[in-house]
């Protein structure tokens, strides 16, 4: 009656609630649930016997697929909220239900809260997402779009994720090396001063800065570097940077090696 009645907890705090039962009872010494047992012990097993009905359905899923549908509405009380419902052949269900009273419904938000929803069906059943046409949802679609591409490149060259088929790895293994490289150059010239002058005047693009984490962010870096690589070579080569050899040599002489080795 609590549970499918949305009852506050409370109500079992009322000596009314607890009389009724007494009176309606055949049992004179019966005891109703109290408001402790409702909200802990009780509220567990209601759950676990929610998720053993559920369990047919999840089970469908991987044979099935599922549409995430999420959308966002005000209640009564100008409460705002953003549900998502997972839909599949067997059925709807309800995935999770939050409150954004108080909170800036921005892109990230429903985004995360995607990509969480996509994570708890697992991603490969993921069929579509299906949102309404606000642009922040759009927006939110696009980042979602970001993070599975960091997701499918990350485990590009990870040879844990390629134990099974080595022939993939060994022709993508090259792909590490080339990006270790370049993030070695990029920090040298960051973290030098007088290197970083330097290659402000030489080229009107900036260096990315990356985030280790992201691992497309690391192709889109290979992307910058192959649009200055020959200015960054002419700038290895010019006087001007002889003159500032001393500084960090053994960095410099790598670096170096790096980018004129092809020209040798």
Known sequence: MFYTGGLPFNLARN????NSYIRASTLPSYVPPGYNAIRTTLLAKEKANIEKHLQPLKLSWKDK?????SA???VAQRRSLINVISISESGPMMLRVINCHGEY???DLIANLIIESSKEVGY?????VITDNAPVCAKAGATIAIHTLNLALKNICTPSNCLSNMDVYELCSWIRPIAEDVMYIKNFIMNHGMKLVMFNDHFPLKLFVVAPTRFAST??????FKAIKNGLQQMVISPKWDDYRLDDRDK???VNEMLLDDLM
Not at 15 to 18: D, E, I, K, L
Not at 65 to 69: Q, S
Not at 219 to 224: D, P, W
Request: some cysteine; glycine content about 4%; aromatic content about 10%.
């Open 15 to 18: 000596p009314h609630y607890r």
């Open 65 to 69: 697929g599922v549409n995430l549908c």
């Open 72 to 74: 966002s509405w005000s």
């Open 105 to 107: 419904k921005d892109s």
């Open 124 to 128: 490969e059943n993921v069929v579509q």
């Open 219 to 224: 192709v889109i870096m290979f992307k910058r």
């Open 252 to 254: 410099t002489a790598r």
